[in-house]
């Protein structure tokens, strides 16, 4: 069992506080492309996944703007596109780092379909927050409508929209990417898969699968593909240079290699918040109990030193 996972953060893709313009994702890529690069030149398999929060949102947005002339579509359509969109920037240029590197390895990018279970209780009970903040009256308006649970959120005073986060049983297109692998073609391309944690699917009584509204926690995902896979490494990169202790007060810590035991209670303990280091973590000792063999969180400027035991967080 050989090969990594590399789970690229939505932060890694698209910097805060920029425009949010094509041409600045493009920017974002070339920065990060070149180490990837440097990383496929050494391992092989080499997997990719990514993040879609900021993208989803931004399609959310054009939904509602132009709801008068145009249908909206749901979540797991957007899903699919974030996919294509993301899939065709880091297959653009990581390409030419490819080229310029003298690596002869290419890319390719999969829509990929990830099975949840309808009786997930997530589906009762939503808890993830997308697009924008309403007014009180809209949120009013858009639970009516729509049946959307919507949510205050006190320190930003505005609603916003929850949406269920079933946990990730299989990826339907696994097997194809598996067997690319196992016919020895791991060396010669580097699959992008399961992008923004895969399009949500449920299974249907004639054996077909239907698209549902949710979205799935990529770090999740990112676990279940490795652990299809037969990957033996982890890798979920974003903006942070790990994982710390007592992050942001005072005490703070970051930790470099780092046993399972202490890092299963420090996540019981709440030292790595929900919905952004918590996922990673609880992806991350989920991938080793299954199997996996080392498993990293770092950014993208340390990665490769991180894959050399040197910096970010580390388990084994
Ligand atoms: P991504 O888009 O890569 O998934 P997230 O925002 O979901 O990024 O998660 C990364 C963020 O997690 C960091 O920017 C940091 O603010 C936050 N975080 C929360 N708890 C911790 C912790 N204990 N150690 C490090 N970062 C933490
Ligand atoms: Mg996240």
Known sequence: MVGLLVALGGNALQRAGGDGSWRESRQQMARVAPVLAEVARQVAPLVITHGNGPQVGVLLRENELAAAEVPARPLD??????QGQIGFLVQTELTRALRRARVARSVLTVVSRTEVRPDDPAFRRPTKPVGRFYTEGEARLLRKEHGWVLVHDVARGGWRRLVPSPRPVRWLEGHAVRELLRAGLGRRWIPIV?????IPVVRRRDGGYDGVEAVIDKDLAAALVARELGLSELAIVTDVRGAAVNFGRSGERWLGEVGREPLARWLAQGEFAEGSMGPKIEAGLEFLRRGGRRFVVTDIPS??????GEAGTRVT
Not at 77 to 82: D, R
Not at 194 to 198: C, D, E, L, M, S
Not at 303 to 308: G, I, Y
Request: charged share 20%; no cysteine; proline share 6%.
């Open 77 to 82: 359509v957007l899903g699919a596109e974030t």
């Open 303 to 308: 990665l490769p030193r991180a894959l050399r």
């Open 194 to 198: 399961a992008g923004g944690g895969g």
